[in-house]
């Protein structure tokens, strides 16, 4: 009876430990056996999908290179147009072209020649043109190449550069004010019709001055001059009153 009482009473004081052992241990730092996944494992964020970039974000797509202004549109010259147009050579003023020819009262003759060529000249995106230009005096004939810019559509003679007698072109080309020009040119002594040279030359677009760009430049070389006189007038001056002064007596 005493020993029942005694297991008794062991039992209960066991069955109570172990009751408050495991009321004070929380389910979450309780292991888990393999295999097992607990309940709130499957409601919390996995550590790794927390941390990794969302696979829905696109990155951003980056700006597109900015395009170029197109250069303003305008109507092409044309061979008829450079052959009805003025021309500005041998400082007479202007000679007006129909069909490409025009003679003066000097009975010179002037001709607009083939090739004609086509390209930027003053570099505004624009084409212009160039082309030889023939001056026929008593029988002997003189090449220039002459620039024209397109204005709206509309021919305007800008530059010209004298080329030889008798020089023929060949081919023509223009960019970016750069010129090149293929041309068969006479030695002495070559009969007509037979050149004995071809020769390639480059060129730059020079612009004709315009009216008051001359003036001005005249202008500033009277005022170069003026100021270059002054001085000796200074110093002839300044000698006179030297020479008008007594000398030191000894």
Do not use: W
Not at 13 to 28: F, P, Q
């Amino acid at each position: 009876m005493i020993f029942n009482s005694k297991r008794t009473l062991f039992t209960a004081i066991l069955g109570l430990g172990l009751g408050a052992g495991i009321s004070g241990c929380s389910v979450s730092s309780l292991p888990f056996l393999p295999g097992e996944s607990p309940e709130a494992s499957s409601a919390s964020p996995s550590p790794v999908a927390a941390t990794s970039p969302a696979a829905s974000i696109e990155p951003a797509a980056s700006p597109s290179p900015a395009q170029k202004p197109k250069p303003p549109s305008r109507p092409p010259l044309t061979v008829e147009k450079l052959k009805n147009t003025e021309y500005y050579i041998l400082a007479d003023g202007p000679i007006k072209l129909t069909k490409g020819t025009f003679t003066d009262d000097k009975k010179r003759v002037f001709t607009l020649e083939e090739p004609v060529a086509y390209g930027d000249l003053n570099r505004d995106g624009i084409k212009d043109a160039i082309a030889p230009l023939t001056i026929t005096i008593d029988g002997r004939k003189f090449t220039y190449l002459v620039g024209v810019i397109n204005e709206g559509g509309n021919p305007r003679h800008a530059s010209a550069e004298f080329l030889g007698e008798r020089a023929k072109v060949k081919t023509l080309s223009a960019n970016a004010g750069k010129i090149t020009v293929k041309m068969d040119k006479y030695s002495p002594g070559d009969r007509d019709g037979y050149p004995s040279q071809t020769v390639t030359r480059e060129y730059t677009f020079k612009p004709f001055k315009s009216a008051e760009e001359e003036k001005k430049e005249k202008d500033k070389a009277k005022d170069s001059n003026a100021k270059d006189k002054k001085p000796e007038a200074n110093k002839s001056s300044t000698d006179k009153k030297e020479d008008a002064k007594p000398s030191p007596s000894p």
